[in-house]
């Protein structure tokens, strides 16, 4: 329960977050949220507890390298191809033998630093060092934690191991980039 100054309001909390860093969700009913949100802001702004938005959260989800539906997953992409754990030779589990179905995989997620000037952003496509289209971005941005323009994309499950030079074409204009080891961040670092 947390309690607001003048109504208490039952609340879930679960250990969870996407954003790279211990956090906490919570979870309350809709018509008390506002009240939820302005009694966490009373009680934080002594330390200087500030809201953030969807841009702030993403930016951190990418710095950490959580994949997010809709841009490192979708209904084309296996869990594999993803770089999530799939222990394909133990118990069974709905949706096993799809992704075993599907073979070996052709892509894998890696991360790019940008090294160039510009930032690579979802959908721009990765080049190799002859300016052949060898994959494409799926979410990248400046990450200000990290201090340079990070992404990760999907390219060829082989060659293009990390310390590869490739390059991003963001709106016409090349822009150089390394592939790097995922996660960019971890907690603690």
């Given at each position: 329960m947390a309690d607001t100054g003048t109504?208490?309001?039952?609340?879930?909390?679960?250990?969870?977050?996407?954003?790279g860093e211990r956090?906490?969700?919570?979870?309350?009913?809709?018509?008390?949220?506002v009240d939820l949100w302005n009694a966490l802001l009373w009680a934080g702004e002594g330390s200087g507890l500030i809201p953030c938005g969807l841009g702030a959260r993403d930016t951190l989800r990418l710095e950490a390298s959580m994949p997010l539906y809709g841009h490192e997953m979708n209904d084309d992409i296996s869990p594999v191809e993803a770089g999530?754990?799939?222990?394909?030779?133990?118990?069974?589990?709905?949706?096993k033998q799809a992704i075993i179905s599907r073979g070996k995989p052709s892509v894998r997620r890696?991360?790019?630093?940008?090294t160039g000037r510009g930032i690579a952003r979802e959908q721009c496509p990765v080049?190799?060092?002859a300016g052949n289209v060898i994959g494409r971005v799926s979410s990248g941005t400046f990450c200000p934690f990290l201090g340079f323009a990070a992404a990760m994309a999907y390219i060829p499950a082989e060659g293009y191991e990390?310390?590869?030079?490739v390059a991003v074409d963001v709106r016409g204009r090349k822009?150089?980039?390394?592939?790097?080891?995922?996660?960019?961040?971890?907690?603690?670092q």
């Open positions: 109504q208490k309001i039952n609340v879930i909390i679960s250990r969870t977050g996407y954003t956090g906490f969700e919570l979870y309350c009913r809709t018509e008390d949220a999530l754990p799939c222990k394909l030779d133990g118990k069974d589990f709905i949706g890696v991360g790019l630093k940008v080049l190799d060092s990390v310390g590869t030079e822009v150089e980039a390394v592939v790097v080891s995922l996660p960019f961040y971890k907690i603690g």
